[in-house]
């Protein structure tokens, strides 16, 4: 599956931005899916995920309640929708997709998009 993040730009703190993540390729439904980002100079962290249902969720803890991920598989898209943004959100953000389970971990063996930046100003 070919990944491809849109929708990262420049906010001020406080604001909202939603990331998208189109897929194109094999069948998007079957997919995992979740976002991570990368702070420069430090390690991807994981940021959210969503199951192949939908139904499922789970948030680290330095989003919930700001962020909300969520999935067209009609459209074969991933959204992730974040509010009250922090200048310590800003970072490079990818999505990621697998066949299973979708670990807070970033594994080699999922599949990545390019990535989008998210600069938030204070």
């Known amino acids: 599956v070919r990944l491809v993040e849109s929708g990262g730009e420049l906010v001020q703190a406080g604001g909202s931005l939603r990331l998208s993540c189109a897929a194109s390729?094999?069948?998007?439904?079957?997919?995992?899916v979740g976002w991570f980002r990368q702070i420069s100079g430090k390690e991807r962290e994981f940021v959210a995920n969503?199951?192949?249902?939908?139904?499922?969720?789970e948030y680290a803890d330095s989003v919930k309640g700001r962020f909300t991920i969520s999935r067209d598989n009609a459209k074969k898209t991933l959204y992730l929708q974040m509010n009250n943004l922090r200048p310590e959100d800003t970072a490079v953000y990818s999505c990621?997709?697998?066949?299973?389970?979708?670990?807070?971990?970033?594994?080699?063996?999922?599949?990545w998009g390019q990535g989008t930046q998210v600069t938030v100003s204070s």
């Open positions: 990621a997709a697998v066949i299973g389970l979708l670990r807070h971990v970033p594994d080699v063996t999922y599949y």
């Open positions: 390729g094999s069948a998007f439904r079957d997919y995992a």
């Open positions: 969503i199951d192949w249902t939908g139904r499922h969720t």
